[in-house]
Structures are given as structure tokens and as C-alpha cells.
């Protein structure tokens, strides 16, 4: 197809895909703009809406000074009473007349309180400033605690509502890409469905797995990934199901905090020691009446081609082309045939072609169709408020049959049962379901590997020829079985995951007396994954049934529930100058998941994928529990409101250690000063300033069961006879106690100008110790690892945020950096041990943690070299030498340049992300090598080549290797296949628009229109022939590693917003 | 009022948190077995007992090949290149049947009841740790198998020889140990569902073929030993292939990398030129059971088309190429899709998934005794010993499949056509071990080392190893994980034993 046929056709999908909410919002716009030329208005959802008739009452509007909005939900009080209201949607607020000369207060968060003196005027309309960068922000930190910003000695950051929606990604937690200092977040590239990667302030444990702590509404979330990884790689899973946060719709949420410190999350325990991200969800809370959001949003994810191939030489091994079929179906993934002459030439499909290059691999990929459609109700009075929401997302992957859909529901209740009782629920149901979710970084059905390495003279749409027809089995392709057809891998393999997900929570707060509180909550999080799964009978990498039809399919199901009960008492009381405040609480944790399996190989009956159809049965089951009980306090001191100390103590009791020491107590400290405040004649220029300091340790425990050697014994018998063994091959560890996290961090803030300068900076150390990790032993003691406590980590770091407003009026243009700079240091590993290797490339390298360097080394063979490290080479092919460290595959540096630009309703968003500082090596680019594909493989095509080295004796080498044995010949050498990592994206263009402006009713009280183009352009990259940012794995532990994932895309969408 | 409140709200914290009852059994598992009869384990060890060799020491001694690099690299290339752990002894065994092995004796020491299973146990373990020996040389011992028991995660190497004089003990005393009236019968074990008299020959074999591994080394040691393993008095020998220690494989339970002849790596695996020109010399009837020319050797069974068993007709893959040069070998016989026209092994027979596997049998162990007769250490006729041997193979050929049957009337005549020659008596029996070792790549490459026999040609790769350029593979290399976690057991014990290279010969491989 030709480029503007595809493009036409894009149009063309795009216009058939334009949602309900666009058309809604397009004729709502012109009926508005009707009625509002024929001079009428009507509501039908505010009832209460004041009539300016009424004598005896006032009515009201605020809106913000700055952008006109009106403000819903700000609380008018008259001084000195207790009468007050809250403005409505519309911003409107109606009062009983006070007596003249009162004041009102109108106050709201975010902006500098009002007061204005009632005269006997009819109508008030106020006009509140936002404060300047929100001086009194209010953020919620741990156990769901608000605090106001100047309070907090610990670096957190908060993004509201609208920076994670404006541009859609699939995963919420890709938003947070860029827009936090000191957080890397990684996207994996394995489909709509996928998981997020996030990693605050580096890595703290050795393990690979340093996820942020989820708290959603004051309760622990389960985001575990199950991201793609090698072991079920054989099945065609090496898949990624996605994780926790695939369970939240971005629309639900009102904020997110960042607790970037273990000081900030210290409160949490052991489960904090990577920072914890804190999300508070909508609620009705300031709603009036009844209201009614509506968002949809389409976007197309294009692919983007990044390989640079060569294109002289076709299919065929040893410098020869194809002479028959069977000849073509040995070599389809080699490059290493003759120079393109356009002859006929044989096929694998049995077909003669010219002999000539084709370009096209990558449109065996489709463009990406999603879409999200969302409505949220909300509604309240002065004793409660609900907010009810219901999203539907259906994502396409690039391949064919393979897709990704979810519905989300969400449902908050808050009820004022007294004055002193409150009662608030909230409860989030997700359903979603992988179709086939496409397996990467393998070898055996991974289309990406196979596309990847396939011969550049075949075009990808032959291979929709991909089943011999006399016996229904995969058509040969090349001699490596297992780098199957992509439309066989398509069509034949299967995977449905299906996740029901549970959770939400129910607290019940009781004011005891205006500075006493006692509050109990109950949250729990369950979910269940079904899935099955297939080997196609018939796939060339199988091997032959002993009887029946080769192939297998498994059944898993899974239930997991996490439960936490948690109380708390908090006290807040001002003596003089000085304030505090205390709060104690407890929680239990329980978490129990299960997963009951069977998995059949080979079948009676062929392409019958059931568990009865099949021949060997091999049922499963496992069981997993653990508890962690925890007593917690923290106390707050203020003096003046300008210096500020907080203590935390917190101690947990884990299941999973011995009882001899599974008791831990740990503490924080933090302290905030506000020195701006304490400065008596500061210039008025300088609006805030903070210097604040904050120590804390946290623990971690294991995992269940870790402390007793266990037995086995096979499902299946061989010969009437069970086999037993013991099941680990990890020597249990009775001794083990909890591992530590202790940071220490310093930060100040700056804001000048009114805000039109602002700077944010913290540096930080953090030490792990005693971590808890699986450490390699010698396989002569009998097992391959044992669990210890060994093993110490430190992470330093700078990280910042300076931001500049430079144009400030009608148009402003606000343009933010947000850097981090981290540096891990392996301090110790178990027993004396120089190196732990902790994973390997599928084809080529390892990662490893070594002493004294940075933490997950990528390593590789170099070159044999002689005393002068010169090359050596035997028989004109290199030799393997020693094992090199080409750097860490953890970047060092993450950064992000933000543009924010309003006019006029217009808000254009951009912004510039990038990573460095770590190495790749390019698994992809060694198959690319070895087959044929990589540019660097002409030289030596005609001839062979002779290696610049030397031969054991000193002499040059002049022995010439044919081409194809010399680049396969490089195995294992990494030299030529590792690069550094370091991009900058121009990540994101959006702009959006407010009808609101446009559009004169009340039918509609907003409708925002945002486009959005999400991966504009790599501007600057190492790797050839692939996105740099393409990664897999969620491990740590694979970082550093590039093996052939699905390409990256370039997305496009419309998102519409209406709120009625 | 007000009082009642707090303490109510104190009550639920307490109740949360404080009186959480059996918070300790938590961590127990109610799923996991945490006993188990150790005999079930001897089952286990026995099944993960078999070697992949199909990379090292089958190409070795020129009986099985493939022309492709890396992972496959071998013996036709004589270049070593990491293997996964499974299919090199020191990862499957000590980790594996290893493993549970010291677990049973550690569990029956003690238990008179169940003194048969802690010496077969014994016995079995010697014979895995022989394997060991004769593949690296030093290798741990002692304290091997001692993570759980005495926190030995670093275990030092033990001097190679020390350890075999220790088997030689452990076999002997093992076995004369096991009691055939013992109460418990140890019947879920894979080899002879418990059968004591046959334990006692398979001990007697396993004792005989390490005392042999001493002809060079200590002849007055090999003496000793082989006197006491064919002791009548003490149980003797296999005495026919009903003896044969073996495991017959099913569909859930395949042989361990028969996959290679079936599956996968169908297409990359030959029968070496020198295996296949012995056998055709003497027509050797075992030959269209053991090779095939199948049409498309790249399909599964099923579409292999026409099978070509006829003894003329194979052409063994020649040593010292690749996938590349093979073109440039004599008689180079051209390439059917993804494979080449070379005889490959009969996957009906010998590479079946579901088929037989073979420990130590009754032909190695006739052609033992054979040679012990030969050289004075024992009483008897070689030339009787010697054709019992020869037939016993061939009888076992029916045990991989009923179609490796070889009838009497084949055997006879390749007998008479090819006598025992006492001249040629070593070479002969050598050589007949070589052939009774097909697929058992292990024993036939320990022989070959041991014996020198046959007379193979050095491998001629020009990219081959220094080390081993010129001469054979004699003994295989670390594994990195052991080089990078147990660096200094490990350094002590290579500058012992002269470096961790191929050339290096374990203590009883003398020139």
C-alpha cells in the first residue's frame, strides 16, 4: 500500500471512529450558540439556582481572577456566625441577607480568601487570585493526612486532574512521565494493555522490583506487573498483562501526590522504601445538585520505523540465494544471499519472485485505534455527596487479533450522619480483558524477533501464506524453528486474560471535639485473573507428539486479597505560638492469593484446546499468606507557623520472619523552616522561602515461607511411580530479619516574582542495608541460591524543579525544567562476593550488581587481546576474552523541559523529556548482525572478511573468513552491539480549547476539546535501528538489556470533555 | 459517656493490632509437604540422572554431530562455549539428583527399617559422583551438598583421586550392605521396582567399571577392586540385559534431549562419518537400527517421508566443519530443505521421546570383564565373555523399541564374520564398548579416554580451541556461575589441576 492510500485510510478510520461525546458536544455547541444569540437560557439541573427576585436574600458569583472560571464549591461564611453556603457549579451562591456591615468570607482552596463587606448590595460577585503557586497548597501525605505544603520537610509533588488527562495514555501511570524530578517512569513497549514502570529516586534493593507504594484513598493498592519475563516465555507469555494501575481511570482521579522520600512515606513501613504515590479520587465533595461529566477520547498509535537495514544483499546463507523451496524455507530469516539482481528467485511459499529488497517489515504492524468513553455523576448537599463514574476503554494492539479492553467503575459516597459522624465509602470495580496480548523478547512466537531478523527480500505480505495445506502445520520458513510466521503466531496462539478487580474502602470519622478526632477504616483489595493459553498444534518449534497432536494449553486462575484495617486518633491543637499535632493509629495487613492451574500437553483431538482434550494433565496449586501487624505515631510541632517538626515512629510485625526478630521499630524526622517569614525586612520580591531536612528509616520482609525446606512430588507418575524432591532450589534461611532503607535528604524552596521564578531542590542519600536477597551459591552445596541478609545499596542524588513564568497576562507561558541526577553505588554483596548476577539477554550479555560501580552492570565478552591489547584472532575470527562492564543499564540522569501556554481559552501544552547516563546492549541489533540485516555486515561480502587482528604469534592475521561465519562468529563478543542509552523525546504537543467560551448556556457548564500528539519526535538517540526507550521487562534487573520488543508508536487523539 | 467512647475506641485498636492469634503458624504453609518418603526422591534422582551429551562427548568420540556454532559448538568444533546448566554434569547433577540424594541418606542413616534405601541411595550417589570426577577432575565432595545441613554455600574441592578411592569404599560397602530379607521393600524406585539381587549386580557393574577407570593408574588398585565386584560371593554382575540399569520413558516423562532427535534440533544433529564407516565395514546389523536417511529430515515424523535404512546407503557427517565449509567436504551429498542428506539417528528407535534410557548395562559390563580376563586380573573365557557382550547389545536394541530387534540369525552371522581376535583383543573389545555406548556419550568418552580405543583421527577444525587443536576433548569446562561465586574454591583447585581448559587429563586418563 502506498503511503497516502494508508494515510486516507487513517482519515477514514478516524471519521468512523469519532464517539458519541464529539457529536454530543458539536450539536450542543450549536444549539448553544443559538439560544444564546435568540437571547434565551434555560437549566434543567439546578434547581436551587436563585431567583434575583427574592428580597430578602443575596445572591452571588465567584469566579477566578485570572482565567474568569467560575468557582464551584467555595465556602461563603459571614465572620463571627455560623451561616455560610457554598458556591454551585456555576459558581453562584445565594444567602439570607445579613445585617449591613457584616463581612463575608469567601475562602477556597488554592486561592487567597475574600472578604467582602455587605452594604445592602443585591449582588456580590467576587473575583478570587489563585494563591501564588498555591503558597498554602494542602497535600496529602500518608494514611491520607492533609497538611499544608509549607509544613512538609520532605520533597513531594502533586499533579492535578489535568495534567493527567490532557494527554491520554493507556496506563495512568505513564502520565507521570516527565512531569516529576527524581521519577523515572519507564513504558514498557508491550501494548495497550501494558504496565507502567515507575522508580523514584533509583533503585533501593538489589532484587529488580522497586515499586512505588500505591495508596488509593488512604489504602494500600496491589500494583504488582505481570510484566513480560522469560519464564513462561516458552508457553508464548512472555507477555505483559498489565499491572495495578491498569485499574484506574485517569478521570477518577483528583490528585496525585508524589511522596518522593521514605521520610514522607515512613508512616507506611516497610512497604514505602521506594517512595509511595499517593492518589485521592474524586468525590462530590463541594458539589451542589446535580452534575453530570462526560469524556471520550480516540487515538490511533502509528508506528515508527527506526530500522535502517541493509538492502543489497537478499535472502540466502553463504553468499548464495535460494536455488528451490526448500532451500528458501531454510534461510527466510538470513540476509547473507547475492546482490539483488531482480531474477527469479524461489520462495518459501513455494513461489518464484524477483530478487528484489523489500522495506516493508514493519506494516505486518497496524495502526493502533483506542478509545475511552467515560460519564461521571456527582451530586450533593450540605450532609453528603456522591460521585458515581462508569469508563469503557477498547484498545487495538498493532497486531492483528490482539486487543485490550476494560470497564471501570467507580463509586463514592460521603454521608454526614451528625455533625461529628462522618461516613465515606468508596469503591472501585474494573473489568479487563487481554486478548492476546503479544509476546516479546523471546525467540519462539515473538514476532517482533521474527520481523526482526526476517530476510530483507521477502515481503511481509507473503507470509499470510503461513500453513502447509495437506497437514495444517506451520510452513517452514528458516532453519531456526523457532522463529515462527507472525500470522501463524497471530492467528493460531492465543492468551485471554481476564481480570475482575475489586476495591475500595469504608471509613467512619468521629469528631470528638473540634480538635479530636478518631477515625477506623476497612479497605480491602481483591481481584481474580483467569487465563488460558495455547501452543498451536502444528508450530515448527514443537516437538513431535509421542501420541496424538503436539501443542499444549493451559488454565490458570488466581485470586488475590489484600486487606488492611487501620485506626487512627489525631489531635490538632494551638497553644500560643505553638501548635501540634498527634496521631496514632494502627493497621493489620493480610494477604492471601492463590492460583489454582492445569496445564495439557499434547491433544486427542486436534486444534481442540480444552483440558479434557488433553493427553498428559498436569495439575497445580499453590497458596500464599502473609501478615504484617503495625503501631504507628507521628507527631507534628509548629512554632509560629514558620518552623515546623514532624516524628514518626512506626513498628511492624512481619509473618514472614523469624519471631525472634520479626519485630522492627522505625523512625522519622522531619523539619520544615520557613525562613522567608522569619526574615523581618526581606524585599519584596522574595515571596517564599524554605529550607527544610528530613531523616527517616523504613523495613522490608520476604516472602512467605522462606524459613522451611519443602517436598514435591509430580503430579504426574512415570511408571506407576511419583517422583519426589525437595522443592526449592533456594536453601531456606530461618535466620532472616527485616531489611532497612535509611535516607537522609535536604531541600529548599524558593518562589520570587510573585511566583514568576520558582526553584525546588533536594539532595538526598539513601542507604539500603541488610537487604534480603537471593544470592547465587556454588550448585555443588546443592541448591543454586540462598536467601540472606546481606548486601548493602546507597543511592545519591540531586533533584529540581525551576520554573519561570516570563509572559504573564492575557497569554502566559509558564516553562518549567524538572531534572534528577542519581547515582547508585553497590557497597557489599553476600558473603564477599565481587559480582551477583541477577539476569542475561536472551541471546547475548548478563546484568550483574558489582562492588564499586553503579548498580545493574551490563556486561559482555570483549575481545581477546594480546599483552599489547591488540585483537587477537584464530583462524581470522575473534576470540572470547574477559568479561567487560560497559556501564550501568540504570540511567543516571532523567529530565523534562515543560511549556505551558494559555490565550484566550487556549491551552497549549509540549514537552521534552530525556534519559542518559546508562548503556544498552542491543540483542536485536546481534541478530540483525548474524543474519544479514545490519549495514556493518557488507564489508567482506565478496571475498570475506579479514578481521583487523593478530595471531597468537604476533603476526597480522590475513586469513579471510567467509561473511556469514565471521558476523555469526561474534557471539557473545558485546563490543559491537552495546551503545549508550541516552534520548531526548519531544514527548508530547497538546492543544486544547475551551468551548465554554464560545458556547452562551447553561445547559453545558464546560466543554473542553484537547488534541494531543503524543512521541512528536526522537530528537537524539544512540541505538541503531530501534527506540532506545523500547524495554520489556519491569525487573530492574533487566534494564540495560534491548531484545526485540513490539516498535514504538506515535499516537494522535481528540479528547472531549462536558460537563453538564 | 464521653470516657466509654475512647475506651471503645481503644478496644477496636487492640483488636486490630495486639491479640492477633496464631500469627506465628501464619507462616507455614497448609499446601506444601514438609515430609516425605525418601524413597520417592530416589525415583526423582534416578529419572534427572540422564545426561545431555550430545554437545561434548558424543561429537568427542565421533558418534554424533552438529555443524552449527555456538550453543551446539562441541566436539566437531573443539571450542568451548558455555552450556545451560542442565546438560552438563556438574549442573544437573548437584543440583538435581545430587541433591536429593544426600537428603534420603542424611533421612535413612539412622533408620534401620530403611538401610536398603540408604545404600542404594549410596550406590547411586558414587556412580553420579564418578561421572563427576571423570568430567572435571577436583570437584567438590566433602562438603558438597551441605547448604541446608551446615551452611556450606562455598564448598572446597576435593583432590580427584581422593574422591574415587572414596566411591570404590562407599560401592563396596554399599552393596555388600544391602540385606534381600529387609522387611521394607523399596519398591518405587525406577530400576528394578526394588529387587535386591539385581541392586547387588548393579553395585557390582558400577564398582567394576571405577576400578577399571584404574588400568592405567593404579593396576594393583584396579585388581583389587575388580576381584571383589565379580565376587559371586557378593551378588556378581549383570548377568543379562534383564539387569540393565534403564529407564523406560513416557510422553510425560521424555528422555532427557531426545527433543534434539525429534524436535528442535532436528535438523542440526548427524551421525558422525567415523561411527557410521565402522559399523558399515563389518555390517554390522545394529546399523539400520541405529541410522536413517530420512527424505525430509527437517519434518516432524509424521512428514519425514521415505525412511532409508539401508546399511549401504548411510553417509556419516565428516569432522571439522561448519555449516558453511561442509559444502567442501568429500562426497558431500547435498542438503533436503533445512538439513543435510547425512544419516541421522532413527527416531522411532533410539531417538523416540517415550523411549528407553540406559545407566550402565550389560554388554559395557560384559566388555569389562572381558577385558579384565584379557589382562589376568580374573578368571574366564575373553572369546565367550567377548560374543556375550556383542549379543547382549544387540538383545538391548530391542529395549529403546520392538523395532531395534535384532534377530539371532543377524547376530550369528556378524559374529562369524567378524571373530574375537585375541591379537586384537583390547582394541576389539574397546571398540565394541564404543559401539554398546551409542547414545550413552558419557561412558563412551570415558572409555575412549581410559582405553584409547578406537584409533579415532584428531578432529581437523581450524578454528578449534589451542588447547585442544590437534588432540581430543579430555575433560569439560566450569560453568561461569560456579567461576564467578566459588571464585576461590575454584582457582585453588584449577592451578591444582593445571588449569580449567579441555586438554587437561583427569588423574586416571594416562597417555
Known sequence: MKKDERFSELIISFLKRIHLAVLISGILMISGILQASAGGTFSFNDVTDPSPLQQARITGTVTDASTGEALAGVNVTIEGTTIGTISNSNGRFTLDAPKPNSVLVLSFIGYQSARVVYTGQQTIDVKLTPEVLALSEVVVTALGIRREAKSIGYAATSIDNQQITAVRVNNVGNTLLGKVAGMNVTIPTSGPGGSSKLRIRGQSSFGGYNEPLIIIDGVPFDNSSSGATSSEAAQGRSTDKGDGLQSINPDDIESMTVLKGIAASALYGYRAKDGAIIITTKSGRGTKGFGVEVNSNVQVATILDYTDFQYEYGQGENGKRPVNTADAQTTGVWSFGEKFDGKMTPQFDGIDRPYLPYKNRMDFYRPAWSSTNGIAFTGGNETGNFRLSFANTDAETMVINSDFHKRILNAGIEYKVTKKINVALNINYSNSYNHNPPQIAYERVTIPTTLGTLANSINYEWLKNYIVPETGDEMPLARFTGRNNPYWTANKQFTHSRRDRLFGNVSVRYDLTDWLYAMARIGQDYYTNTEDYNRATGSRDLSPAPAGFNGSYGQEFRRFRELNADFLIGADRKFGDFGTNLTLGGNRMVRISDMLSCNVSDFYVRDKYTIGNGITKSPGYSYSEKRVNSLYAALELSYKDLLFVNATARNDWFSTLNPESNSYLYPSISTSFVFSDALPGRPSWFNFGKLRAAYAEVGGDTDPYTNVLTYGISSTQLNGIGLGSISQSTAPNPNLKPLKVKEIEFGFELRTFNGRINLDMSVYRKNTLDEILNVSVSKASGYNQTKVNVGRLRNTGIEGLISFVPVDGKLRWETAFNGAYNISKVIELAGGQTRLQVASGYWIGWIAHEVGQPLASVQDYDYKRDAQGRILSSAGKPLLGNLMTYGSGVPKTTAAWLNTITYKGFRIFTQVDLKGGNVLLSNSNFNACRHGLLKMTLPGREGGVIMDGYNADGTKNTTAVPAQEWYSSVRNIGDMFWCKGDYVKWRTLSVGYDLKNVIKTDIIKGLYVNLFINNVLLLKKYLENYDPEASFAMSDNFQGMEVHTLPTTRDFGINVNIKF | ?511
Open chain 2, 1 to 511: 459517656m464521653k470516657t466509654i467512647r475512647y475506651l471503645y475506641l481503644l478496644l477496636i485498636g487492640l483488636l486490630i493490632t495486639s491479640c492477633d492469634k496464631g500469627f506465628e503458624e501464619v507462616n507455614i504453609n497448609p499446601v506444601s509437604i514438609t515430609s516425605l518418603d525418601p524413597i520417592f526422591q530416589l525415583a526423582n534422582a534416578q529419572f534427572n540422572s540422564m545426561l545431555y551429551t550430545v554437545t561434548y562427548q558424543m561429537p568427542t568420540v565421533q558418534q554424533f554431530l552438529s555443524p552449527f556454532g555456538s550453543t551446539l559448538e562441541g566436539g566437531q568444533h573443539n571450542i568451548w562455549y558455555e552450556q545451560p546448566d542442565e546438560s552438563v554434569p556438574w549442573g544437573k547433577f548437584y543440583p538435581g539428583p545430587l541433591k536429593q540424594l544426600f537428603d534420603i541418606t542424611l533421612r535413612t542413616k539412622d533408620n534401620p527399617d530403611r538401610s536398603n534405601l540408604y545404600n542404594m541411595a549410596r550406590i547411586w550417589k558414587a556412580f553420579l559422583f564418578g561421572i563427576i570426577v571423570d568430567s572435571y577432575g577436583d570437584a567438590p565432595y566433602s562438603e558438597a551438598g551441605k547448604a541446608v545441613t551446615d551452611g556450606i554455600f562455598l564448598p572446597k574441592y576435593d583432590n580427584e583421586e581422593t574422591i574415587y578411592a572414596d566411591l570404590l569404599k562407599e560401592v563396596s560397602e554399599a552393596t555388600a550392605a544391602l540385606n534381600p530379607s529387609q522387611v521394607v521393600k523399596e519398591k518405587n524406585e525406577l530400576f528394578y521396582g526394588g529387587d535386591i539381587a539385581q541392586w547387588k549386580k548393579l553395585g557390582n557393574s558400577i564398582l567394576l567399571r571405577l576400578a577399571m577407570r584404574y588400568t592405567k593408574a593404579d593396576a594393583a588398585k584396579a585388581q583389587q577392586y575388580v576381584a571383589i565386584a565379580t565376587n559371586p560371593a557378593n551378588g556378581g554382575l549383570m548377568s543379562s540385559n534383564a539387569d540393565n540399569a534403564k529407564i523406560v520413558c513416557s510422553s510425560a516423562w521424555p528422555i532427557t534431549g531426545a527433543s534434539t532427535f525429534t524436535g528442535t534440533e532436528r535438523a542440526n544433529y548427524y551421525i558422525a562419518k567415523p561411527f557410521i564407516d565402522l559399523l558399515k565395514s563389518t555390517s554390522d546389523p545394529r546399523l539400520s537400527r541405529i541410522a536413517v536417511l530420512y527424505e525430509f529430515p527437517a519434518n516432524n515424523l509424521a512428514t519425514v517421508g521415505y525412511k532409508d535404512t539401508t546399511k549401504a546407503d548411510q553417509i556419516g557427517m565428516p569432522m571439522g566443519y561448519n555449516d558453511a565449509t561442509i559444502v567442501n567436504a568429500p562426497d558431500y551429498p547435498g542438503k533436503s530443505g533445512a538439513a543435510w542428506k547425512y544419516s541421522q539417528v532413527n527416531r522411532e528407535i533410539m531417538g523416540k521421546l517415550d523411549g528407553t534410557y540406559f545407566f550402565i548395562t550389560y554388554s559395557q559390563t560384559q566388555l569389562l570383564l572381558a577385558e579384565a580376563v584379557q589382562r589376568g586380573w580374573v578368571t574366564g573365557n575373553v572369546a565367550d565373555i567377548y560374543n556375550a557382550a556383542v549379543r547382549g547389545h544387540m538383545g538391548q536394541m530391542a529395549q529403546y523399541d520392538a523395532k531395534g530387534t535384532i534377530p539371532t540369525s543377524e547376530m550369528d552371522s556378524y559374529l562369524a564374520a567378524n571373530p574375537f581376535d585375541p591379537a586384537k583383543a583390547l582394541e576389539q573389545i574397546n571398540t565394541q564398548y564404543w559401539v554398546s555406548s551409542f547414545m550413552d556419550g558419557q561412558e563412551a568418552w570415558s572409555n575412549f579416554r581410559r582405553s584409547g580405543y578406537p584409533a579415532l583421527t584428531p578432529n581437523p577444525y581450524p578454528g578449534a580451541d589451542p588447547a585442544v587443536k590437534g588432540g581430543f576433548i579430555r575433560r569439560l569446562q566450569h560453568q561461569n556461575s560456579e567461576k564467578t561465586v566459588n571464585t576461590e574454591n575454584y582457582n585453588a583447585a584449577m592451578t591444582r589441576i593445571g588449569g580449567d581448559n579441555m586438554a587437561v587429563r583427569v588423574f586416571w586418563d594416562k597417555p
